[in-house]
Each structure stands twice: as C-alpha cells, then as structure tokens.
C-alpha cells in the first residue's frame, strides 16, 4: 500500500479483540470496536530494520496499520486505545467501500521513550488509495513520521519552514484557541445594549483579529 518499499511489509491481521480482551475497556469502547471495524491489518513496518533510515531520537518504528470500518465514522477513542496498545507510531489507514482516509497521531514520550501519549489527531478526506498524500520522505525515522504529520494535517500546521513539528503543534493550538475566543467575543458583541460597551468590545475584537492575521 501507498507504494511503500517491499521490505516493509508486514501484511499480518490483527484480530480486534486484541485490543480489548483482557484489559479494561468501558462497555462503549469494547461496542465501539465491534461495530465500527471490520478488520485490521498490520500492513508496514518501517524501521531502521526495514529501510535504509537512521534510527529517531524520538521514533524508533512506525507501523502502518489498515483498518476495514463498518461504517464512515470511527471514534477517535478507539485509535487512541490501539496507540495505547502499540508502543509505537502508527499511521492509519481507515478504508469503507474502497475510499481511504490516512489518519495519524501526534504522539510525544510520556515516560522514557516506552511510552507516548497522543496529543491530537489529523486526518485527510476520503480519498482514492492513489491520491492520499503520504510519501516516505526523510533520512531518519523522525523525519519520516514529522512529514507524516505535517503531509496529513496540510495546511493546519502551516509551511512548516523553521519550525519543529512540537512548535508547529503548539501554534496551531493557540490559533485555535483565538479563534474560539473571537468567536465568543462577537456573540457577546451581537448581545450588548450599551454603545460605550460595545465599542470597547469591537475595539478589543479588532485587535484580536490582528493578532490572528499575525498568526497565520
């Protein structure tokens, strides 16, 4: 899949059971697995075992995983509990009825390099297999997950020039929390009686729209 080298292939199914027997899932993530996937396989493994990359400071293996959904949608809930199961980065492949969606975590060490926590999730539209825009770039294994991320997320993360990943991550938080911020503002503004006020609000929306061009 996604013309990845013949050396990292892996092509292993992976009964979804795995994922929720034998540890404790609420009743909704176990309902949640059964109804919403089909099957998962493991499709690529790359690793410095499997390609010609050096190893991460960060990523020691990425493994791609394709997930057969039942239906369009999948709770975000249930790839967060297969990255909890894998102690690796993972790209996902979601596909229903031939379309596929790539989908991937940000992840950052929790403790050690055994463990990741996920920060946020992006994901692309649904596509033809062909036209996803995932390309194995990079001479270490870092590298290679960074522009995962950034080719998933698009122009979320913005061009990416001079700015790590982490940071790129950081600043696009922070623009969306001033869009929710202005969003509140101008509901505020809609509402307010007094002219004094609600000059001295579009005064400080103005000049959060400012700082939101500044952003970009």
């Known amino acids: 899949m996604l013309d990845f080298p013949l050396s990292t292939e892996f092509n292993k199914r992976i009964p979804k059971q795995k994922f929720y027997e034998n540890i404790a899932v609420t009743p909704a993530m176990k309902r949640a697995f059964v109804e919403q996937i089909r099957i998962i396989y493991w499709r690529n493994k790359i690793a410095t075992t499997t390609l010609n990359l050096a190893a991460g400071g960060q990523v020691t293996e990425i493994e791609v995983f394709e997930v057969r959904l039942s239906a369009p949608e999948l709770d975000e809930s249930v790839l967060r509990q297969i990255d909890r199961e894998i102690p690796y980065h993972i790209l996902f492949l979601l596909e229903y009825e031939g379309k596929y969606r790539a989908v991937i975590g940000y992840k950052e060490a929790a403790a050690g390099k055994t463990a990741f926590r996920v920060d946020r999730y992006y994901s692309t539209d649904w596509l033809d297999e062909d036209d996803l825009p995932v390309h ?29 990943l982490k940071d790129s991550v950081k600043q696009q938080k922070q623009r969306e929390q001033l869009e929710k911020q202005i969003a509140a503002l101008e509901v505020k503004i809609r509402k307010e009686k007094q002219p004094k006020k609600k000059f001295e609000l579009v005064q400080k929306l103005n000049g959060m729209k400012g700082e939101q061009e500044r952003k970009k």
Do not use: C, K, M, P
Not at 136 to 162: C, P
């Open 136 to 164: 194995l770039e990079g001479l270490t294994l870092d590298a290679v997950y960074e522009n995962f991320v950034r080719q998933i997320a698009g122009d979320a993360l913005g061009t990416g020039e001079n700015t790590s």
